[in-house]
């Protein structure tokens, strides 16, 4: 009962509060128009802020593109305050991207999401979903499904606590086409599917593309929406002079602005109030935390400049009264592009690219189409194109069944020294009929074919030779993994875990007339938070390989970064930049302080220690081998930046490691 009462209370209140809005018909009604500008467009919340403080009230409200967005939650109950901290708040590199929501995905989804740069979903037969730009907008599309929670059935815009209205750009026709009424989030996309950028929204025979277009500041549809009076927002910079238009972004830029100027002029004579907030500096891309920090504020610091003017519009017409908003209740809004997004379940193209200064350039591409089975499961595919070569085709499902074609070409180096050439050719096939996966942890029980090719003498630089067999082997195999990880790059929290053993043999049964080649690899990280931007991040790793001569295509080796970076048994050793061939027994530690200097900047500092040996038993010796790295990274949208500089005992010089991209 007494809940009941409280919802009759919260009901009432509303009711009372939209009756005194509307009923002040002896007063002119002011309509607010925010322009398109991309994250330019942060700036219309605080001149919103502004306006209410100045005791304005806004009876209508319309927008362009990124003044859509702002225009249409601010008409169901957003107040300045919530979409600032929503704007501060969201992943814009994980909302301008197709990707898909980490924590909805297993380990192995986890790496590929991490892999590649950019990817598109392939559709058959669904004409509304079909492509014409790089993202399909589908974090965008959830976005704002979750931010209009309650106003999802198709509506009466003006039928909102404030009437508003939208506009987009028909490129069949080339009209605009003014949304009064619809689907609100559908209305908002339209509105900002920036041509060639984002896939268009079709609507009917509509297909539907930034308003900005036809009418980027649409003072004239708040006026035939019957407001007397109109403050309106611009974002909308100045045209490039001749000697600014030095690349093809700013060319492409000054294209779209020329278009956004269809009756720009006219609609702000319409204006009352106009302000013009200086964006010089920013694009419609700037969404990065001290960008929208700045816009923000020059938007507030515009907004205050007519000041004057807004106070005098409030003692002339609406002094009598208070001024009832309507801003919903707040709420968290932390959450919100993690409530309802899903994995793709259409198949999708994906490509990945990267740089670094021990191969170069090297190019990825792959797709993966899901099967509609009793478990998740998919069908792939991948090329790698670079200086190895890589193919590979395989099914993922309750078990697994993978080929994979490899054409290596490493520089091997001794102590620093650049020893050997090794080209291959490697075919690998694997089964795994024990094939476990969960968002967690992952458990693999299977086999393993290995044919290696050599071809071409492997001479060193002072003239003695290498030698080495073509061969195959079968290894039966155990892999278990854990990762409960924030993060992929730079994690703050949790912990990551992997153990392997193989038994390797020639025969299914024996290594060449002898017990198999044992070969076991654990990994454990844990990462410390110290404070929010300090993660101290040990790690202890090691892998020993048992049994007699063992071949070469197995030997440990050590290298840069990663694990299994440049071929599979690589391990990662600071300050050692290439390929490096060590003893048959390694066991090592790591430790490393992590501090982010902002949302996507880190500095990194770490040292490790190392025992090799020949057999197993002399691992307990004292660590022979030290090395000790630093670092910057930036992780943009295309995976991180990376600049480290190191030196090891084992090389005694010091490394400089270049990297751009995710690894793979």
Same mark, same amino acid.
């Given at each position: ?33 925010? $322009? ?14 502004? !306006? ?25 109950? +957003? ?93 069949? &026709? ?16 339209? $509105? ?129 009264? &208070? ?11 932390? /959450? ?112 393993? +074919?290995?044919?290696?090719? /050599? ?32 993060? +992929? ?30 070969? !076991?690899?654990?990994? +454990? ?24 001569? !063992? ?24 300050? !050692? ?88």
């Amino acid at each position: 009962m007494k809940q009941l009462a409280i919802l009759l209370l919260i009901f009432l209140t509303a009711t009372t509060a939209t009756a005194q809005y509307n009923s002040n018909l002896d007063r002119p009604k002011v309509a607010v128009v925010l $322009s398109g500008g991309g994250a330019k467009g942060v700036a219309h919340i605080s001149a919103l802020k502004v !306006i209410e403080e100045a005791g304005i009230p806004v009876d209508i409200i319309c927008g362009t593109s990124m003044g859509s967005l702002i225009g249409g939650l601010y008409s169901i109950g +957003w107040s300045p305050k919530e979409l600032d901290s929503l704007v501060r708040s969201q992943n814009w590199t994980f909302l301008l991207s197709d990707r898909t929501n980490q924590s909805l995905m297993n380990l192995s989804e986890r790496r590929r999401e991490n892999t590649y740069a950019l990817g598109h979903t392939i559709t058959f037969g669904r004409r509304q979903q079909q492509g014409g730009g790089v993202l399909a907008g589908s974090n965008l599309a959830v976005l704002f499904e979750n931010l209009c929670e309650g106003y999802l059935d198709s509506m009466d815009f003006n039928q909102l606590p404030i009437p508003f209205a939208c506009v987009a750009t028909d490129i069949v &026709t080339n009209t605009e086409v003014d949304f009064h009424s619809g689907f609100l989030p559908q209305a908002m996309r339209s $509105s900002m599917a920036i041509p060639g950028v984002f896939t268009p929204v079709r609507i009917g025979d509509s297909v539907l593309v930034d308003g900005g277009l036809r009418n980027n500041y649409p003072a004239d549809i708040a006026r035939a929406m019957g407001a007397d009076i109109i403050i309106g927002v611009t974002v909308q910079g100045d045209l490039l002079k001749a000697d600014e238009l030095s690349n093809t972004a700013s060319i492409l830029g000054q294209i779209v602005d020329y278009n956004c100027k269809n009756k720009y002029e006219d609609n702000l004579r319409m204006s009352d109030i106009v302000m013009k907030v200086n964006v010089e500096g920013y694009s419609a891309a700037s969404f990065v935390d001290d960008a929208i920090d700045t816009l923000l504020r020059r938007g507030e610091e515009e907004a205050l400049r007519h000041w004057d003017e807004l106070v005098a519009l409030r003692e002339r017409f609406f002094s009598s009264g &208070t001024i009832i908003r309507h801003h919903r209740p707040h709420r968290d809004t932390s /959450y919100l592009i993690h409530h309802k997004s899903s994995i793709h379940k259409q198949p999708i193209a994906r490509v990945g690219f990267r740089f670094d200064s021990e191969e170069l350039g090297s190019l990825l591409l792959g797709i993966a189409a899901p099967i509609k089975i009793f478990r998740p499961s998919d069908l792939h595919a991948s090329l790698r194109l670079g200086n190895r070569l890589m193919a590979q085709v395989g099914f993922d499902g309750l078990f697994s069944i993978n080929y994979t074609f490899r054409r290596n070409d490493l520089d091997i180096y001794s102590n620093g020294i650049r020893n050997y050439n090794i080209r291959y050719r490697q075919h690998q096939a694997d089964f795994v009929p024990f094939n476990y996966k969960l968002k967690k942890y992952t458990i693999q029980v299977g086999i393993r +074919w290995d044919y290696f090719d /050599y071809y071409g003498r492997l001479l060193s630089l002072n003239g003695s030779t290498f030698d080495t067999e073509d061969d195959h082997y079968f290894s039966y195999r155990l892999e278990a993994n854990l990762n409960t990880e924030n993060r +992929w790059y730079f994690p703050s929290k949790g912990q990551r875990v992997h153990i392997g053993y193989a038994y390797r043999t020639t025969n299914l049964v024996q290594f060449k007339n002898d017990f198999g080649l044992s070969d !076991i690899i654990v990994h +454990w990280r844990i990462n410390i938070p110290l404070t929010p931007r300090l993660t101290f991040q040990p790690m202890i790793y090691g892998r020993c390989l048992l049994g007699k001569d !063992i071949p070469f295509a197995f030997r440990n080796t050590l290298g840069n970064e990663t694990f299994s970076h440049y071929i599979e048994q690589q391990l990662p050793f600071a300050g !050692i930049g290439n390929v490096e061939y060590i003893d048959n027994q390694i066991a090592a530690l790591q430790l490393q302080l992590s501090c982010r200097i902002s949302k996507s900047h880190y500095v990194l500092v770490r040292g490790a220690a190392a025992t090799t040996a020949t057999y197993a038993e002399n691992l307990l010796q004292l660590p022979d081998l030290y090395g000790v790295q630093a670092g910057y990274s930036y992780v943009s949208l295309f995976g991180p930046i990376d600049v480290r500089v190191g030196w090891s005992t084992r090389t005694r010089k010091a490394n400089i490691y270049l990297n751009f991209g995710h690894i793979f």
